[in-house]
């Protein structure tokens, strides 16, 4: 598989228009001419860009086993086809379980290489050790906050403005960034947001009203999103999180948890142990958990 963040790879959007389109297809497949015709008339992408494009989504979408091709047609993977192509928050799940697990940790930290992923992986990784609430990369300035991120031998995850470019879309994608509160005059601005890939892993993994300790419930997030520091992926790196026992990024996702409902994290005054955690409304902003219940299902 070539690198994701990639000027020979799709972009997510083209790939869920492929998925929602074979979707509605009898038996949800459809010959490859006709596929292209729809989905990539000349009004809609002019010049010679528009073969190329349906091609990268074809050849992208193949490698993620969205869809297969049989002969002359294709035909869509079981899992993207339960997706349907009504719920693009859906197929965004989708697509970040495949992207997480195309490559072990230990290859990731040990092949330079960029294939199957590994350059958006790398990228994420380092990504999100940066804190929510007040890093902001553009094209102006991701060079300089990745230097010396990693390894020598694996070098810059974001080597270029092609690849930067590419990751101002998938990071979004992924649940994994977001643009700036406020408003941005200049290049295009990503802060490090993990809130909705965090909100849909425990929408996936716990149903509401689960109780879990602190611990318990943090190694689950990391075991199911193991670019975020203290993942697999991210420690296979070297990147160590700091200061507290959850992330900067993480931390900020559970604020927002708590905000919104579909979290609540509890330290009864008699309970030891538990789980450290930036909270910039406790002593010293640093906050602490035992015990984790999740939110109402109409809260997530």
Not at 116 to 128: V, Y
Not at 267 to 286: E, F, K, L
Request: with cysteine; charged share 25%.
């Amino acid at each position: 598989m070539v690198a994701l963040i990639n000027v020979e790879s799709s972009l997510p959007r083209p790939l869920w228009a492929l998925v929602r389109h074979l979707a509605g297809q009898p038996r949800k497949r459809q010959r490859l001419p006709d596929a292209e015709a729809v989905l990539s008339p000349p009004s809609l992408i002019p010049g010679g860009d528009k073969q190329r494009t349906f091609e990268r989504a074809v050849g992208t979408a193949e490698e993620l086993g969205l869809v297969e091709r049989i002969e002359e047609n294709l035909v869509l993977s079981a899992d993207a086809g339960a997706v349907g192509g009504e719920n693009i928050e859906a197929f965004y799940d989708l697509l970040r379980r495949r992207v997480l697990t195309r490559v072990d940790a230990e290859t990731l930290a040990t092949d330079p290489s960029q294939t199957r992923g590994k350059d958006l992986l790398r990228s994420l990784c380092w990504f999100l050790t940066l804190d929510s609430q007040v890093a902001l990369v553009t094209a102006n300035t991701f060079g300089s906050e990745q230097h010396n991120a990693l390894a020598e031998d694996l070098g810059n995850p974001l080597k270029n403005m092609a690849r930067w470019n590419g990751f101002t879309y998938w990071a979004p994608a992924l649940g994994f960034a977001d643009t700036p509160l406020l408003p941005y005059s200049g290049a295009r601005a990503l802060v490090p947001d993990c809130t909705r890939a965090v909100r849909r892993t425990v929408r996936e993994t716990w149903r509401p009203g689960t109780q879990l300790t602190a611990r318990e419930f943090v190694d689950g997030l990391l075991e199911a999103l193991p670019v975020l520091p203290g993942g697999r992926s991210s420690l296979a790196l070297g990147l160590e999180p700091r200061l507290h026992d959850v992330s900067a990024t993480l931390s900020f996702a559970l604020q927002r948890g708590c905000e919104e409902g579909w979290l609540i994290l509890s330290a009864p005054s008699d309970a030891a142990g538990g789980v450290q955690y930036s909270d910039p409304r406790a002593a010293g902003g640093v906050g602490r958990f035992t015990d984790v219940q999740i939110g109402a299902d109409d809260n997530v």
